[in-house]
């Protein structure tokens, strides 16, 4: 399976960074947090003020930012032009607005050329919106993850509250219904999962369930059901 291309999909707090991090570490595959890349983005346009419906300014930031992914000791670390913001990114204010920012198409058309070049090579678990849909439609496997978004709202409130923020449960789910909104509704690839791409509830499911069946699911393509 070295040179498997693994394309997961899904709506915000599906869980797709935690599945596809572990599925990618037992594979001996490269992760790529597409999303990441999107906060990355947001994160530095808030920093250097500029207005996030500035489609020119925006991409132009793109171009001249780099973003480096690193599996480290502690999982992903996200650099922003050497300087390391795997924390920053996912502060409320990034969050809020990295949908507005991953909704332009230009910049989308940038960091899509940037994914796809860390997939060239194959053997790759990437996860984001429109990975199965646009970055990797050849990918061998292609898995679509959602979940009820109580359940989204509650394991985003825990992850914020163990990052020291804090967040009204009911404004959480309202901002969750708001971003599938956007996403689902952008002009330019929107969140959608592939024709060819296995669905998965991961409601009520232990991160190992869900890591498993998308494991079963690489050894039953790959090895025709062995």
């Known amino acids: 399976m070295s040179r498997l ?5 899904g709506p915000a707090g599906a869980g797709k960074s935690t599945v596809a991090r572990q599925v990618a570490k037992r594979l001996g595959l490269t992760y790529v947090d597409t999303g990441a890349m999107y906060r990355a983005i947001t994160w530095k346009a808030l920093q250097n003020r500029i207005d996030l419906a500035e489609e020119g300014s925006l991409a132009q930031l793109v171009r001249e930012t780099r973003i480096r992914l690193k599996t480290g000791r502690r999982g992903m670390e996200v650099w922003v032009d050497g300087m390391l913001v795997s924390e920053a990114i996912r502060a409320p ?3 809020s607005n990295v949908s507005a920012v991953a909704g332009q198409p230009e910049v989308r058309r940038v960091l899509v050329e940037k994914q796809q070049e860390l997939a060239r090579e194959g053997g790759v678990v990437m996860d984001g919106r429109d990975i199965g849909t646009r970055v990797l439609p050849e990918a061998e ?16 409130y825990h992850e914020w509250v163990r990052r020291g923020y804090s967040i009204d449960m009911e404004d959480l789910k309202k901002e969750i219904s708001m ?16 024709e060819d791409a296995v669905h998965l509830d991961t409601t009520g499911l232990s991160v190992e369930e869900v890591v498993s069946s998308i494991l079963e699911l690489c050894r039953t393509k790959v090895g025709g059901g062995k």
């Open 5 to 9: 291309s693994v394309a997961i999909d």
């Open 93 to 95: 204010a990034v969050t």
């Open 141 to 156: 496997i292609k898995v679509f993850l959602t979940a009820s978004i109580e359940e989204r709202a509650r394991r985003r």
């Open 179 to 194: 971003r599938d909104e956007k996403d689902k509704n952008r002009e330019h690839s929107p969140l959608r999962p592939a």
